[in-house]
């Protein structure tokens, strides 16, 4: 009546069409992994055999594969989590591409890294040609559930993905789990917060699963209910030590709430968990630069560096970080040193003026101050010429230099411009007064930041209420000058596609409109993701003018 | 390049280890605990290609060489044996270090099970031991698919040496709880056992070898299973729909 174990239901896939890539590092294992791919079915003229990350990206970079076998420790040069990033980012891979992870030993950092770059399944050696064949049976069958949500969310219509969500659950019982997962982030990136806190709450009632409750403190912290926020991710931790996204979250909020001390411990605590982020490891270094503590910092930076290597994610500013850390430990040799790494694995061109900066700081620390003035009069010519995009952190670097060599004029406009374009920005504005202070402008400085803050704000608003009093055209017209005066602030971005999407609504359509619309959008939501009114301005435009 | 250098690149905790400063002219019982650890981890590499290998060999193997074939599924067996001890310490030992990355997922326990019968098939076959699987395949839940598959494992492993010929796993939701029973049509357990697996705290000869390791591994995997303050639990029987020896674990 029951079938018998020996005649285990073999799953209904055929992947004898598939394209397969198998990445691995040891010759005896890579033909092992073949013959299960073979066990369960691929064609063995379709499968490509690579054995380390560099040869992987050029078998993707070449063609297209249906199915990666990835073995997560490739020796030396990236590792699987590495190349799948890589391949993500870079557009190499499909939303249709399955990515199966193979590890000899489960690790956090093998199955929690980064949520944006999950591969479909982790499995753990020795992998079983039954287990394999069930595994990709299920993925292929839940990545046709899911594909039509997240062709959606990729080209950010969110509405039509959570509506589609709903849509899915309803017909589809056993993927419930994650389609109700991925609705919750859906409202949270839609910025409807109420929505999604009844719907966590809905599912808590269910089962304690962690991810709800960091999502829940997510809204809590949002809506600056600090301490609740901070007790619920303190009771997800002691239950679930292990979910990092809970311990990355409570640090950013006691930092918020100016506990280094706590966030710092909570920190030391994830990176334990899974010493190989990048972003944790930044982060762990920023919070004991702040409390002085040059030793951890330098080894959070160093680690940054070296797990940077071999990652597209690589960034010059951990490199311009644990230079600054050398300097403030009164080593300009070894600050000087990692500076001159970037050349090697940096497009200069990009970063040379930032570059520059911190190094003329370098030498103003160690008490060299004709080098650093020769620096900063080099910097000061590259002034105005707006061949470059804008960058916050260049300026600040900048800024610091000018302040230090006595050109506090051109200090102050570069901090002007940062205000403008950052009025709401608390980290900024902070900074920004902390450069006025270091240089004794404290006063003088806090007057500087409110007036261009005013002003700013003064300008973003001034569109809306044109278009209030029906003045289209103007509004436009007051818009783009606000943009361009302030380029990447946020709300300028949004109330110049508000503004155009008004025109639009009461004229014909014009096809440079709406792009510049769209691109306006774009950008802010790059800038700030999971605004609400990004979502709504979307969707008023999709209505005006459907996306190509 | 030989085996062990490949390893000891690629091991995790060899960089934990070369990192750690506090190495002095005496172990400490951390750096112990560190290469033992490690060893492990790379004992682990070295067993998982004897299985792909051996797997690869039996599949192909010749049925008429009955001699041999018997003896290469004995030799599967071993080896699986140790692999699954090597995991169970391994697991052990991150728990304590807190360094475990426990992580549930919601499972179709229907396909679970099937898995872990394909995992198993070739030694069931070779024994002649029938094994019969029951579960809604509606029925899903949610926990930490690898470790379960270690408990069950051990449980399935057990029962195949104290079975006559017959095993079932069966799975169903019993009160807000999942259990899935390993039930076998062997003699039971003694007991003495019966009596210490309600004490469920010492540890006992569960695994014949007298390591006590599977149950304790069990047990502690069970509690790690937790939802509204219910914590999952491990409990042995005699009797059940064979008649026979009955190892159940209930997740909440």
Same mark, same amino acid.
């Given at each position: ?14 992947? %004898? ?31 490509? =055999? ?61 199955? =929690? ?72 982030? $859906? ?36 809506? !600056? ?88 994610? !690589? ?40 570059? !520059? ?16 003035? $020769? ?72 007057? /500087? ?31 783009? %000058? ?61 209505? /005006?003018?459907?996306?190509? | ?35 033992? @650890? ?21 599949? @192909? ?14 030799? +599967? ?7 699954? +001890? ?19 997922? *919601? ?12 995992? +198993?098939?070739?030694?069931?076959? *070779? ?21 379960? +598959? ?40 003694? @007991? ?16 014949? #070898? ?8 069990? @047990? ?23 008649? #026979? ?8």
């Amino acid at each position: 009546m029951f079938p018998n174990a020996f005649s285990t239901p073999t799953p209904e896939i055929d992947i %004898s069409g598939k394209s397969v890539l198998i990445i691995e590092d040891y010759h005896a294992m890579r033909s092992i992994f073949r013959d299960i791919m073979r066990g369960c079915g691929a064609d063995v003229r379709k499968i490509t =055999m690579v054995a380390s990350g560099s040869e992987a990206i050029a078998s993707l970079n070449k063609s297209q594969y249906d199915i990666v076998l990835c073995d997560y420790y490739l020796g030396s040069g990236r590792n699987g989590q590495q190349v799948l990033a890589e391949a993500r980012i870079r557009g190499l891979i499909t939303l249709d591409c399955i990515w199966i992870m193979v590890s000899a030993d489960k690790t956090a950092d093998t199955v =929690m890294g980064a949520a944006e770059h999950q591969p479909d399944a982790y499995l753990l050696k020795p992998i079983a040609e039954a287990s394999l064949s069930l595994r990709l049976a299920k993925i292929i069958k839940k990545k046709q559930v899911v594909k039509d949500v997240f062709q959606a969310m990729e080209q950010l219509d969110y509405p039509k993905a959570i509506s589609l969500c709903d849509e899915r659950m309803a017909a589809d019982k056993t993927h419930v789990t994650d389609l109700l997962r991925t609705k919750c982030d $859906l409202l949270l990136k839609s910025g409807e917060l109420e929505r999604a806190k009844e719907l966590l709450e809905k599912i808590l009632l269910e089962r304690d699963f962690p991810w709800a409750k960091v999502c829940l403190a997510k809204i809590l912290f949002k809506n !600056k209910a600090f301490e609740a926020a901070k007790t619920l991710l303190e009771k997800t931790i002691a239950v679930s030590p292990s979910f990092l996204e809970a311990h990355d979250l409570l640090a950013e909020m006691l930092q918020a709430m100016g506990d280094l001390e706590g966030a710092n411990s909570v920190l030391e605590q994830a990176v334990k968990l899974s010493p190989n982020s990048v972003n944790r490891q930044k982060i762990l270094g920023e919070v004991s630069i702040k409390m002085g503590r040059l030793e951890e910092a330098e080894r959070a930076f160093q680690k940054c560096v070296s797990l940077g290597e071999n990652s597209i994610l !690589k960034s010059e500013g951990v490199y311009l970080s644990l230079a600054k850390v050398y300097s403030a430990k009164e080593n300009p040799d070894e600050a000087l040193k990692v500076l001159g790494k970037l050349n090697k694995s940096f497009d200069m061109d990009a970063i040379r003026l930032k570059v !520059k900066a911190v190094e003329g700081m370098i030498y103003h620390e160690s008490g060299n101050n004709k080098k650093a003035k $020769l620096i900063a009069e080099e910097l000061g010519e590259c002034l105005g010429k707006d061949d470059v995009d804008h960058d916050s952190e260049r300026s600040l670097e900048m800024a610091r230099l000018f302040m230090v060599t006595g050109n506090t004029k051109s200090a102050i406009t570069l901090l002007r411009c940062e205000v403008k374009n950052n009025p709401e920005s608390k980290v900024l504005l902070d900074e920004v007064n902390e450069i006025f202070v270091a240089a004794g402008m404290g006063e003088e400085g806090a007057k /500087l930041v409110e007036v261009s803050r005013q002003e700013a704000m003064e300008m973003m608003n001034r569109g809306v209420l044109l278009v209030s009093k029906k003045q289209y055209k103007e509004a436009i017209d007051a818009m783009r %000058s606000a943009h361009k005066a302030m380029p990447t602030n946020v709300r300028v971005l949004l109330n110049l596609a508000y503004v155009l999407i008004a025109y639009l609504q009461k004229n014909t359509s014009e096809p440079e409109l709406v792009k510049e619309a769209r691109d306006s959008l774009l950008a802010a939501n790059t800038r700030s993701p999971g605004e609400s009114r990004f979502v709504r301005l979307m969707g008023a435009l999709n209505k /005006l003018s459907p996306p190509v | 390049m030989g085996m062990n250098d490949l390893q000891s690149k690629t091991n995790p905790l060899f960089e934990s280890i070369m990192n750690n400063k506090n190495v002095t002219a005496k172990p400490s019982s951390l750096s112990v605990g560190s290469f033992l @650890a490690s060893s492990v981890h790379d004992m682990k590499n070295s067993v998982s290609m004897l299985i792909d290998g051996l797997d690869k060999t039996l599949a @192909a193997a010749d049925s008429e060489n009955l001699a041999v074939y018997s003896e290469l599924v004995q030799m +599967n067996h071993e080896i699986k044996r140790i692999n699954s +001890n090597l995991m169970q310490l391994l697991t052990l030992y991150k728990l304590g270090e807190e360094i475990y990355p426990f992580d549930p997922q *919601s499972v179709c326990v229907e396909d679970f099970l099937h898995s872990l019968a394909a995992q +198993n098939s070739e030694l069931l076959k *070779s024994h002649g031991i029938a094994l019969e699987i029951r579960a809604d395949p509606a029925l899903c839940w949610y926990f930490d698919e690898d470790l379960i +598959n270690g408990v069950i494992g051990n449980a399935l492993n057990n029962a195949m040496r104290y079975t006559r010929d017959c095993i079932r796993l069966i799975a169903n939701k019993n009160k807000d709880m999942l259990e899935i029973r390993v039930e076998d049509n062997g003699t039971g357990y003694p @007991a003495m056992m019966l009596q210490e697996s309600v004490d469920n705290k010492r540890g006992i000869d569960f695994q014949g #070898g007298g390591t006590g390791l599977g149950l304790y591994f069990s @047990a502690m995997v069970a509690r790690m299973h937790g939802n509204h303050g219910k914590l999952g639990e491990v409990m042995l029987e005699n009797g059940g729909s064979l008649a #026979g020896g009955c190892f159940v674990l209930q997740l909440p």
